[in-house]
């Protein structure tokens, strides 16, 4: 069902970071997740994209954001700083051998993809190992450079086994290292990086003075990126509509899971979806034009949507609208009234309090003032 929604909206490609739930084998089985897809999952995921005219990008971290390795005993000694499970010691030969298993397994099950991402971004506590530290000082390196150094060991490995594969990277990373670094290394040969935008900078993102060396052949231009999930925080109901972006001549539009590994989901993919039909159409259009917004409401099966509330009108006719409404529900209206009513409500405060909710004990003649107004909430539930 969404695969169908994503082209109609106009979307060409899936960026797909499996993380656990990829059918790793053999050594890196510990990695598979109970309810990892099976190969015929992954297989199928393909046939359907490719039969709706997306590419499927499989997306391997090769640095950071890799806690979904590293929690595992069997892997903790390649751990840039021992008690973080985030981000991978470069120094320790084991990490880019464990890197080429992995990214080998990934590549083998998509074999119609021509192109992998490796993520690279939000390398946390790089250079505060003691490996890391013993490197800057012995080499008279930065973290930059020693950044540099294992991404081109992850490329030259890509590039030497996979011919013809192009490459795609988070850019965050790249933004702090100069660009006579950048330079040196030939990192922009042999990768496409996409903008990614932090939370403090407006949606619209402009390119920086470093990103021209991350231009490649077919791609001229640096890549945007926009989020239509996961946004605007870590845990949030509803996601924001509002489509503020700069228009460009190829763009990636992330929806964002999870923070990481160890964090809760943030929107449900439902709630976001009104969110990622404007986004695309705007792309699509240079703007949230009069034929976007026609397509969205027609795609969607809306009546309306609010960019400046975030909010739909209509029944919808999309995957998950219930759920939609739902969430829609809890957050503009039943959440609200139920923080007021545990708030002004003396008697629930003082005779239905967590304690005695816990120990089911209370008075029946106080439970009685408030009991017609907590079994509406209830049944609003």
């Known amino acids: 069902q969404v695969f169908p929604l994503l082209s109609q909206l106009g979307a ?64 903790q000694h390649l751990r840039e700083v021992e008690r973080f499970p985030n981000s991978f010691n470069p120094h320790v030969p084991d990490t880019l051998a464990l890197l080429k298993s992995i990214l080998s ?15 690279a971004d939000e390398v946390f506590h790089l250079g505060e190992g003691m490996d890391s530290k013993n490197w800057m000082s012995h080499n008279k390196g930065d973290v930059g450079t020693m950044y540099l150094k294992h991404i081109k060991e992850v490329l030259s490995f890509l590039t030497a086994q996979y011919w013809g594969l192009r490459v795609l990277m988070w850019d965050d990373m ?56 996961g946004a605007r925080g870590s845990l949030l109901l509803l996601a924001p509509m509002s489509p503020r972006c700069c228009p460009r001549r190829r763009w990636w539009l992330s929806l964002s899971c999870r923070y990481d590994h160890y964090s809760v989901l943030c929107e449900l993919l439902p709630v976001s979806i009104p969110s990622l039909a404007i986004c695309l159409q705007t792309l ?24 400046e509330q975030s909010t739909c ?15 829609e529900q809890v957050n503009g209206h039943l959440k609200e009234s139920i923080l007021k009513a545990l708030e002004e409500e003396s008697a629930i405060k003082g005779w239905f309090s967590p304690y005695h909710r816990k120990r089911q ?12 107004k907590v079994l509406k909430y209830v049944r609003c539930w």
């Open 12 to 75: 060409n490609g899936v960026l797909m970071e499996y993380e656990d739930m990829f059918p790793f084998k053999g050594e890196l089985e510990i990695l598979r997740s109970p309810y990892a897809y099976s190969e015929e999952d992954i297989e199928r995921i393909q046939q359907l994209a490719e039969q709706h005219k997306l590419e499927v990008v499989p997306l391997v971290q090769t640095f950071g954001h890799v806690e979904f390795i590293l929690k595992h005993e069997k892997y």
């Open 174 to 229: 790249l933004r702090k290292i100069s660009v006579g670094a950048l330079r040196g290394e030939g990192t922009g040969t042999a990768v496409v990086a996409p903008v990614e935008a932090p939370q403090q900078r407006p949606p619209c993102v402009q390119p920086g003075r470093h990103h021209s060396w991350f231009q490649q052949e077919p791609m001229p231009c640096p890549v945007g990126l926009r989020v239509a999930r």
């Open 361 to 372: 004990f209370g008075n029946p003649r106080n439970m009685e003032s408030f009991g017609s």
């Open 313 to 327: 009108e209509g029944r919808g006719a999309f995957p998950g609208v219930e759920i939609y409404h739902m969430v």
């Open 284 to 307: 699509v259009n240079g703007g949230f034009t009069e034929e976007a917004k026609r397509k969205v409401l027609d795609v969607l099966g809306l009546e309306s949507v609010q960019l």
């Open 105 to 119: 397994q990934v590549i083998e099950k998509h074999r119609r993809s021509t192109w992998i991402h490796i993520g």
